[in-house]
């Protein structure tokens, strides 16, 4: 019997995602071809959420490690800003603005990581305080007025360029993607960060340094968030408001990765699923209704739904293990605010919230 069960399972516990775009794009198809089932429609949705994607990897690490960064938004549009700025207003060369840009967005990574680490501050709130810090710098940097993009053809052609009919955002969105998936999958990197999400206490025991590894992963957050901040800026123009939009597409993308090919375990392909079937779900919509405030819903949905899931499939994995049955026990939920912190059961209140690297139940 349970080789036979075995050989029907078609995966939806891992691929679900696959078969909800595949079911978006028969169905958009079939109700307006003439809109959807065009290359147009593609290559834009493609382009249109690298940056969110991007963006996604750049909360994604954090979570691994079992923390939270909430300022990428800021960081992110902090970096299109300065990158603008010092091109059009003081006459840098552009890969010197972009080089700053990116540096000051990695010198707030690592003052989050420092705030964290050390003076043992939740990672929820002190990424917050910084997202509101990083804004005010933003401000005084722009003198709140919108900066005018730069008109060189170089810096278009940075993240314009076609290759395959495909602007060539989308491929560096696919080789940052390549190497985030190999640090964690296949290298120490990975496996340490994993160890400090899924139980900090018991990486301690290992010899894992937790508060290296934590302030590591918020410095690479801070590094994607202002690599994406100066594409962003080549690819669609220079704004003040455009962060914060990004950042729940960013943890919906991530938790809804959660559930998708390696269930209750964060993981970069995972995200990049759930990122365009979200976009290719509005997509439709959108050309059907015409009304914009689908990209919110389904993002927020999509955000409380894979959260749900995840804590029903652990309370289904904790029925069958008091029953006598063999599971697999998931990681024991940890405090991602401070590093260090002794493991805390998922359906118990902490005073400094929660939420898991390695295992997503527990927000």
């Known amino acids: 019997m349970s080789a036979r069960r075995r050989s029907i399972n078609l995966g939806f516990d891992r691929f679900s995602g696959l078969y909800l775009w595949a079911l978006f794009i028969l169905v958009f198809s079939i109700w307006t071809p003439s809109l ?24 994604l690490i954090p979570l691994v490690a079992g923390a939270y960064d909430l300022s990428v938004g800021s960081v ?25 840009a990116v540096g ?35 401000e005084i940097v722009s003198g709140q007025n919108q900066p005018l993009p730069p008109v060189s053809h170089a810096w278009n052609a940075l993240t314009q360029t076609k290759v395959l009919g495909f602007q060539i955002v989308v491929v560096y969105l696919l080789v940052l993607a390549i190497i985030a998936w190999w640090v964690l999958e296949h290298t ?13 206490e018991a990486a301690r025991l290992s010899g894992v340094d937790v508060d290296r590894w934590t302030w590591l992963s918020m410095i690479a957050s801070g590094t994607i ?28 993308a991530a938790f809804l990765g ?35 405030w689908l990209n919110d ?10 959260v749900a899931f995840a804590v029903w499939r652990q309370r289904v994995a ?33 005073g400094h919230g929660s939420g898991t690297g390695s295992d997503p139940t527990s927000v």
């Open 36 to 59: 959807f089932l065009t290359s147009a429609t593609l290559h834009s949705v493609a382009s249109q959420e690298a940056i969110a994607a991007m963006l996604g990897i750049a909360v």
């Open 76 to 100: 992110i549009n902090l970096s299109t800003v300065m990158v603008v700025i010092l091109q059009t207003q003081n006459h840098w060369n552009m890969w010197m603005a972009m080089l700053v």
């Open 104 to 138: 000051v967005s990695i010198v707030v990574g690592a003052f989050n990581g420092f705030v964290v680490v050390k003076l043992r501050v939740n990672s929820f709130i002190a990424t917050l305080g910084m997202a509101t810090v990083v804004t005010a710098v933003q």
């Open 188 to 200: 120490p990197v990975g496996r340490y960060l994993y160890a400090v999400g899924g139980n900090v």
């Open 225 to 252: 968030a202002g690599i994406a901040g100066v594409f962003y800026a080549s690819l669609t123009g220079p704004s003040l408001t455009f962060g914060g939009s990004l950042l729940l597409p960013a943890f919906a």
């Open 258 to 292: 959660s559930t998708q090919l390696k269930p209750g375990r964060f993981n970069v392909w995972g995200s990049m699923i759930a990122i365009y079937v979200l976009a290719t779900g509005v997509k439709g919509l959108q050309l059907i209704t015409g009304v914009q």
């Open 297 to 306: 819903m389904f993002n927020g949905v999509a955000l409380v739904g894979a």
């Open 318 to 350: 904790g029925n069958k293990s008091a029953s006598g049955e063999r599971v697999e026990a998931p990681p024991e939920a940890v405090d991602p605010g401070v590093t260090g912190a002794a493991p805390v059961p998922v359906a118990a209140p902490s």
